[in-house]
């Protein structure tokens, strides 16, 4: 059963803290997963390594997802989200501190639903979580399960 929870994939701590800080602020009390690393979140979509007893059909609500990440990069977490029937319809917002026209065309290209650059003020950086919190689990309507 899904329990809108929100899958953060970001390897930079202050940015975690941050995100969590913001969340907090705004009132928003989703279960949050952390993946540092573009391997981390990969396994806990699929259930593989660490996740291995995870139910498979308990996915996130939606996901945030750095463009720079270590060991598999943003985009390749997209491309491999977006090709498994399973995952192909789970609402990915990037969040990054990229402004790049190439990094913003490839994440659209690749199926984000939405792009975000990160902002350095925590009150626009808290503004921006609250937005992105109150449209994806509030107003929006999660696609169903395949």
């Known amino acids: 059963m899904n329990t809108r929870t929100i899958l953060l994939v970001e390897d930079n701590p202050s940015d975690v803290a ?4 913001a969340l907090e602020k705004s009132r928003i009390s989703n279960n949050l ?10 396994d806990y979509l699929f ?7 995870r139910d498979i059909c308990d996915l996130p609500t939606v996901v945030f997802l750095d463009l720079k990440l270590p060991k598999v990069d943003g985009i390749e977490v997209l491309k491999r989200i977006r090709a ?16 790049e026209d190439i990094d913003i065309a490839s994440a659209y290209d690749n199926g984000a639903n939405s792009y975000i650059h990160k ?12 937005q992105l919190g109150l449209y994806w689990l509030v107003m929006n309507e999660p696609p169903p399960l395949v």
């Open 84 to 99: 498994n029937e399973t995952t192909k319809r789970l609402p990915i917002v990037i969040m990054t501190s990229s402004k």
């Open 33 to 42: 997963v952390v993946a540092e690393d573009g391997v981390e979140a990969l």
């Open 18 to 21: 941050l995100t969590k800080r």
């Open 47 to 53: 259930c593989t390594g660490a996740f291995a007893d």
């Open 119 to 130: 902002p350095v003020d925590f009150n626009q950086f808290a503004e921006a979580v609250h």
